[in-house]
């Protein structure tokens, strides 16, 4: 399974960016899809969780910025980032995830997400 993120960037402080996530298994549909993020230095942390259906989950850090949403028939994981911090730098990551929350597979690129102040 391949994981290929996109729409990353360098963005003024309260900027928006939407990231996608294109997903390449036949079983995406239900998949729990989590997207990450990992700052230099730092651990990767989970921001935002969807499950195949029901409720999403956010981290204190984005809640009330930050929207996640998918298309199952397109395969894709959307990452919609408002107010943007500069705390909000980092590489963005999405997989699916096993029962601790972790990444299943590969990590791949991810994309780059830049907030200046």
């Known amino acids: 399974v391949q994981l290929q993120a996109s729409g990353g960037g360098l963005v003024q402080a309260g900027g928006s960016l939407r990231l996608s996530c294109v997903v390449s298994?036949?079983?995406?549909?239900?998949?729990?899809l989590g997207w990450f993020r990992q700052a230099p230095g730092k651990q990767r942390e989970l921001v935002a969780r969807?499950?195949?259906?029901?409720?999403?989950n956010y981290g204190d850090s984005v809640k009330g910025r930050f929207t996640v949403s998918r298309d199952n028939a397109k395969k894709t994981v959307y990452l919609q980032m408002n107010s943007l911090k500069p705390e909000d730098t980092a590489v963005y990551y999405c997989?699916?995830?096993?029962?601790?929350?972790?990444?299943?597979?590969?990590w791949g690129r991810g994309t780059q997400v830049t907030v200046s102040s």
């Open positions: 997989n699916a995830m096993g029962p601790r929350l972790e990444g299943v597979f590969n």
């Open positions: 969807i499950p195949s259906s029901g409720t999403v």
């Open positions: 298994s036949m079983s995406f549909s239900n998949y729990y």
